[in-house]
């Protein structure tokens, strides 16, 4: 019963509750940018604060997305068992973290019986869980099973619109079969909170790939994340020039031409756009500067559980051990773990632009860098 009201208050559209919850996130951001404002004095303030578990149920997808090697030359045939996953949520409930996201690869690649059984083993032990997915297995039937399990949280990736999302995931006829669950979803599950995870890259930097996802995002009032296209990650696909996914010095006019248009959009329409407008605003630096950004990270707050086991704060960071191995407890929380989350922090990596949204905020010097008039 106790875990049945926490989620209620969680997942409720109650507009004293909405509110509250606001408040609490403003207090809270308030509080991370004190904090790391301290930090960069004295950086032993920065130890490991988990909130979110994120889990890669599978390395297999079902699209062959240009700019992801996951199951093919990134760990392939790798997966997580039904009750390696289970031990996992029991230690995640153990260390009072709160948040736990599943994905891949592709989540819903996992036997439905199984994901099924994960989602509601983490809302019988009272945690908040979020569907990483492309959203194209989604069916009515898997949609049910998991919505009566307890899912109220899915977060879909966008790579464009139409024959730019076909083009970009290497298959054809799946995006309108993408759209048909999103419809279903929308319609008989308003309970559930979906968000798009629209992916910013070479060929969706141009004003028209912009007014393709808003018009999407208003058409089924969802909100949207941007993501920029990763440049160093483990699972990223190196490609030549002339195919490239990054974005370069020649690109900066159309750079700037779409951060104009989604400034604009989260102006007249905040409630659709997830970033801030500071964030927004630095795009461009994020894009071109790559690694050379000194913007500080806080993976501290975050886990990696990858599908053969291995466990980092992030997906770069120092391998501090298997689950296959090593219960989570061991392995987390100790002088490893410390010592991963302050390299992290002090940027002590190749560098990345995960978090460049929240990491561009967090501090005065770059809130005040990229702040708009």
Known sequence: MKNY???????SDNIFIKKTKKQLHFLERKR?????????????????????VSIALTSKCNLRCKGCSYGREFMPLEELSLEK?????????AMNIQYVWFYGGEAAMIKSADLVEMINYATQLGLTS????????????LMAELYEAGLRRIAIGLYGVNEAYEQYVDKKNVFKLLESNITHI????????????????????????????FRFSKKYNIPFTINLVHYDFP???????????????EDIPEIEAVQKELIK??????????????????????????????IPCYRYDYLWIAANGEVRVCQKAAL?????????????YNKYHTKSARDCFALQCTGCNVDWDDRTTSTPSSRKQFALS
């Open 5 to 11: 009201i926490l989620n209620s208050i969680r997942n």
């Open 265 to 294: 959009i989260k102006r007249e329409h905040p409630e659709l756009v997830r970033n801030s407008l500071v964030g927004i605003n630095s795009i461009k630096e994020w894009l071109l500067k790559k690694e050379t950004i000194t």
């Open 130 to 141: 979020t569907l990483g997915t492309n959203g194209v297995m989604l069916t009515k039937s």
């Open 235 to 249: 699972y990223f696909v190196s490609e030549d020039k002339e195919t490239s996914l990054l974005l370069n010095e």
């Open 320 to 332: 501090l051990g298997n689950v296959n191995e090593k219960p989570l407890s061991e392995i987390i």
């Open 85 to 93: 996953v289970k031990e996992i949520l029991d230690h995640t409930k």
């Open 32 to 52: 991370v940018q004190a904090k790391h404002a301290l930090a960069q004095k004295f950086p032993n303030i920065i130890k490991p604060d988990i909130e979110t």
């Open 186 to 213: 929308k319609a008989t599950y308003p309970s559930i909170s979906v968000s798009l995870g629209w992916l910013l890259m070479k060929a969706t930097c141009t004003p028209k790939a912009v007014e393709d996802l």
